[in-house]
């Protein structure tokens, strides 16, 4: 029921939207502290609630955390919390704080200001110079670790963020060497179907 004119402002908007979302967005094929951040950011729509980040430590000691969630819902409102996630992790990584207390005042900003029945899953980690990562995952699909040929998954050790205003969010550890990787994903790769209407699926994902 837009005018031509209506269409076109909100086209517009859409697209300056879609702009702002990815300059937020980390740099590609950065090398850090010995490693290596690659990255496929593809939304379905113009903006996304999906969100990754890589931050470097202010502590100067070779340290990087690292970022992916996934806000539920889809379109301008998702984008829009997903930006309220990234300026929030901006604004509290400064702080170095373990990566469950971090976590923990994330969810708590978070689940202070959405609206009731909204949320995100999210991975939050910390990678040293050194190979050692802690991971807290809230909800998210599991991190795959993949080390000498061999795929450990790291499943969720807290519910997502904003579903309760208090909680504890435990880190997982593990050590990573040369070559070895973590892969980071949304369900827009896990839940992919093909034209059968099969479903990808984490398993399919581990073997690749």
Same mark, same amino acid.
């Given at each position: 029921?837009?005018?031509?004119?209506?269409?076109?402002?909100?086209?517009?908007?859409?697209?300056?939207?879609?702009?702002?979302?990815?300059?937020?967005?980390?740099?590609?094929?950065?090398?850090?502290?010995?490693?290596?951040?690659?990255?496929?950011?593809?939304?379905?729509?113009?903006?996304?609630?999906?969100?990754?980040?890589?931050?470097?430590?202010?502590?100067?000691?070779?340290?990087?955390?690292?970022?992916?969630?996934?806000?539920?819902?889809?379109?301008?409102?998702?984008?829009?919390?997903?930006?309220?996630?990234?300026a929030t992790?901006?604004?509290?990584?400064?702080?170095?704080?373990?990566?469950?207390?971090?976590?923990?005042?994330?969810?708590?900003?978070?689940?202070?200001?959405?609206?009731?029945?909204?949320y995100a899953?999210?991975?939050?980690?910390?990678?040293?110079?050194?190979?050692?990562?802690?991971?807290?995952?809230? +909800?998210?699909? @599991? %991190?795959?670790? #993949? $080390?000498? /040929?061999?795929?450990?998954? &790291?499943?969720?050790?807290?519910?997502? !963020?904003?579903?309760?205003?208090? +909680?504890?969010? @435990? %880190?997982?550890? #593990? $050590?990573? /060497?040369?070559?070895?990787? &973590?892969v980071l994903?949304?369900?827009? !790769?896990?839940?992919?179907?093909?034209?059968?209407?099969?479903?990808?699926?984490?398993?399919?994902?581990?073997?690749?």
């Amino acid at each position: 029921h837009l005018s031509l004119e209506q269409q076109r402002e909100l086209q517009a908007d859409l697209e300056m939207a879609s702009h702002i979302q990815r300059n937020l967005l980390p740099k590609q094929d950065v090398k850090l502290d010995g490693w290596e951040l690659h990255y496929h950011y593809a939304p379905v729509g113009s903006v996304s609630g999906d969100y990754c980040d890589v931050i470097p430590a202010s502590n100067g000691a070779g340290e990087n955390y690292f970022l992916l969630g996934d806000v539920s819902g889809h379109g301008v409102a998702s984008s829009m919390l997903m930006t309220q996630l990234h300026a929030t992790f901006r604004s509290l990584v400064s702080l170095s704080l373990p990566v469950s207390k971090l976590v923990e005042m994330v969810n708590r900003i978070f689940c202070e200001s959405v609206p009731t029945g909204h949320y995100a899953t999210l991975v939050c980690g910390r990678a040293s110079r050194s190979g050692d990562v802690e991971i807290s995952n809230a +909800g998210h699909l @599991p %991190v795959l670790a #993949v $080390q000498n /040929g061999k795929v450990a998954r &790291l499943g969720a050790t807290s519910v997502p !963020l904003g579903m309760f205003c208090s +909680g504890s969010f @435990p %880190v997982q550890k #593990v $050590q990573l /060497g040369a070559g070895d990787s &973590l892969v980071l994903y949304t369900d827009g !790769l896990s839940e992919a179907r093909n034209p059968r209407d099969a479903e990808y699926g984490i398993g399919r994902l581990t073997n690749l």
